[in-house]
């Protein structure tokens, strides 16, 4: 089953590509490799889930976050690679805007990694780093970086 087709049978839609909000772009290639910019858990009308993680967002809220900030990197991989099938995800660095003595930053982020795993199978499961931050752009929730593969 294509990722695409694993994408509907999941009831989910990816979003359109994001406009950058300062001086960079969503994605960056170097011939195989390709760096795809932070991006947040962005609602359909641009607003961002905002608040610190174990004060005003629980650890569930937050992990629908990371899984709505994977939709928005899909779609960027989509962009640079021509079609889902053609990802693989190399690495993911996950931010948590997180009270200073949360712990949890790895359950969070699980939410975009389960989330490429589902969609992606095993070309989904990467390395990964999940920290927590005093805060992030627009005080979001979480905040995803990936490095990607593309297999033309």
């Known amino acids: 089953m294509s990722a695409e087709q694993k994408l509907v049978e999941l009831g989910l839609e990816l979003p359109n590509l994001p406009t950058p909000v300062a001086n960079y772009v969503p994605f960056k290639r170097d011939g195989t490799i390709v760096y795809l910019s932070g991006q947040g858990p962005r609602r359909a009308d641009g607003t961002y889930p905002t608040g610190k993680v174990g004060r005003d967002v629980t650890v569930d809220e937050a992990y629908e976050h ?39 930053q790895p359950r969070v982020i699980n939410g975009c990694s389960d989330l490429f795993v589902a969609v992606l199978g095993e070309r989904g499961r990467h390395a990964r780093s999940a920290v927590g931050l005093g805060s992030l752009p627009n005080n979001m929730t979480v905040e995803i970086e990936v490095v990607i593969r593309v297999h033309d």
């Open 66 to 104: 990371a899984r709505q900030t994977a939709l928005g990197l899909l779609a960027a991989a989509k962009a640079a690679a021509g079609s889902l099938d053609n990802v693989e995800i190399l690495k993911v660095f996950g931010m948590v805007n997180a009270v200073p003595d949360f712990a949890d």
